[in-house]
C-alpha cells in the first residue's frame, strides 16, 4: 500500500489526519505536500523508511525528541527487560522513585519529581502546582507551552480560562515588567522558555527570576526542549539562573513517552493539596528508557557531543548555500537545534521537496535537531549534498518565476 493511500486512510479515521498537528503534511512541509511523505515503517539510527521504501536521513529527529538515535541499542535492552516483567500495576513501579532521586541531583532546581506522559501535561502540572502553592490564578507566560487550555488562545478555548493567561514577546524585560505589574497580587507564576531559536538576551532569565522573587510567585521553565539536548540539567544549568520549578521531555527517554516536573520542595509539596493523576503517568517502559540517557550522559558528554554533530550538520548546510548563492534564507539557531529561515514559504516548500528527493528529511520551520547517530561522515556528507540539491531546486524555481 503506498504512502497516498495510507495519508487517504488516515484522512478517514484520524481526526486531522494526524494525532500531533505538528506532524500534519502542511504542518511539517508547507502548502505543497501532496507528494512528500506522512507514514513511516522503520526509524533506526539517524534514518527513517517510508511507506513507499524510501530510506531517509532524518534531521527532524521526532521533533527533537531522539537525540541519540532511533531505536538505540542500550534504551531498547532496558525497555524490553522492563516490558518483560509488566510495566505497571496498581502499584508504584520502583523506577520512578530511582529517576526521580537522579533528575533531582542533575537539575539545578531539582529537590523533588513528578511524572507526566507529554511535556504539555507537564507543563500544565506545573502551572497546577504554582497556582495552588500561591493561591493565585494569573500566569504570566512566554513561550510555546503546547495546546492545553491554560495557556491557549486557539478555537474552543473558554474566554474565562484565557483571561488568566498573559503572554508576553519572548525576551521582551520591558513588556515582562509590565504584565507582572498589572497582575499585581493575582500573579501566581511566571512561565518562561529559556531558549526560543537563540540563547536569551542578557539578564533576561535573572529579570524573571528577580521579578518573581519580589511577587512571591513561582518562576517556572519550560525545559523541554532543553534538558538533555544543551545540558543534562537544562538550560539553568547554563545560566546560573535556577526556576523554582522545570519541566523536562523530548531527550529524557529518547523517543519514549515520558515528562518530569522538577522543582523546591515547597512548591512541589503542592501536589498533596490539588488533583494530579494520570494512570500512566509512572509506568515503566518510560522510565527505563530514561534510566539508559542518564546512563548515557552519565558515561559520555553527551551534550557537548550533540553541539559538535550538529555544527557539523548546519556547516554543511551553509557551504551548500553559500555555494548556491541565493537571497532570502539563513541558517540560524544553536548548533544541537538548529534552522533554515526563509523569506518566502513557497521557496521552503521547493527546498524541502528537493532535499527529500536526493534523501534528507529537513524540517519547515524550527527546528532540525542533531542526534548522535548523525556523526558519521556518510550522513554529514549527504546532509549537505541534498541541502545543495533543494537549494538547486529553489534557484529554479526562482528562475521560472522571472
Not at 532511533?70 to 520512578?96: Q, T
Not at 510567585?217 to 523554582?244: N, S
Not at 515547597?266 to 515503566?284: C, F, K, P, Q
Not at 547517530?373 to 541534498?386: L, Y
Request: aromatic share 6%; glycine share 12%.
Amino acid at each position: 500500500m503506498s504512502d497516498r493511500e495510507w495519508r487517504e486512510r488516515a484522512e478517514r479515521v484520524v481526526a486531522a489526519g494526524a494525532s500531533t498537528g505538528s506532524k500534519r503534511p502542511a504542518t511539517m512541509f508547507g502548502g505543497e505536500h501532496h507528494d512528500a511523505p506522512s507514514h513511516f515503517v522503520r526509524a533506526l539510527g539517524c534514518r527513517v523508511v517510508t511507506v513507499d521504501g524510501a530510506t531517509l536521513i532524518d534531521c527532524t529527529m521526532a521533533l527533537g525528541a531522539v537525540a541519540l538515535g532511533y531505536a538505540d541499542d542500550e534504551v531498547v535492552r532496558r525497555v524490553w527487560r522492563v516490558a518483560a516483567n509488566g510495566s505497571v500495576a496498581g502499584l508504584n513501579h520502583i523506577l520512578e522513585v530511582e529517576i526521580a532521586e537522579r533528575l533531582c541531583a542533575v537539575v539545578p532546581c531539582g529537590e523533588r519529581a513528578l511524572f507526566t506522559k507529554s511535556g504539555a501535561e507537564g507543563v500544565a502540572a506545573a502551572v497546577r502546582l504554582a497556582r495552588t502553592y500561591t493561591g493565585r490564578d494569573v500566569v504570566v507566560g512566554s513561550g510555546y507551552f503546547g495546546w492545553l487550555d491554560w495557556c491557549s488562545d486557539s478555537a474552543g478555548v473558554p474566554d474565562g480560562v484565557k483571561r488568566d493567561f498573559v503572554a508576553v514577546p519572548w525576551g521582551d524585560s520591558g513588556a515582562l515588567g509590565a504584565a507582572v505589574a498589572a497582575a499585581g497580587d493575582r500573579l501566581a507564576a511566571i512561565v518562561v522558555e529559556p531558549v526560543v531559536e537563540r540563547e536569551p538576551p542578557d539578564g533576561w532569565l535573572a529579570h524573571a527570576r528577580a521579578l518573581a522573587d519580589r511577587a512571591r510567585a513561582v518562576l517556572v521553565f519550560d525545559e523541554i526542549k532543553t534538558g538533555f539536548r544543551l545540558h543534562p540539567g537544562g538550560y539553568q544549568a547554563i545560566a546560573g539562573v535556577t526556576p523554582d520549578v522545570a519541566v523536562f521531555g523530548k531527550a529524557l527517554a529518547n523517543g519514549f513517552p515520558l515528562a518530569a516536573v522538577v522543582g523546591h520542595a515547597d512548591v512541589m509539596e503542592a501536589a498533596r493539596h490539588t488533583w494530579i493523576s494520570g494512570t500512566l503517568a509512572g509506568e515503566a517502559v518510560a522510565l527505563a528508557a530514561a534510566q539508559a540517557v542518564l546512563d548515557r550522559h552519565e558515561r559520555e558528554d553527551v551534550c557537548p557531543r550533540l553541539r559538535g554533530v550538529g555544527a557539523r550538520m548546519r556547516g554543511a548546510v551553509v557551504d551548500a548555500l553559500d555555494h548556491a548563492g541565493i537571497a532570502g534564507v539563513g541558517v540560524e539557531g544553536l548548533d544541537p537545534m538548529w534552522f533554515i529561515r526563509w523569506s518566502d514559504a513557497a521557496r521552503e516548500t521547493r527546498f524541502l521537496a528537493g532535499a527529500r528527493e536526493a534523501g534528507v528529511l529537513f524540517k519547515r520551520g524550527a527546528y532540525d535537531y542533531a542526534a548522535l547517530a548523525h556523526d558519521d561522515e556518510e550522513a554529514i556528507s549527504a546532509i549537505g549534498q541534498a541541502a545543495a540539491a533543494g537549494f538547486d531546486a529553489v534557484r529554479r524555481l526562482d528562475t521560472e518565476g522571472q
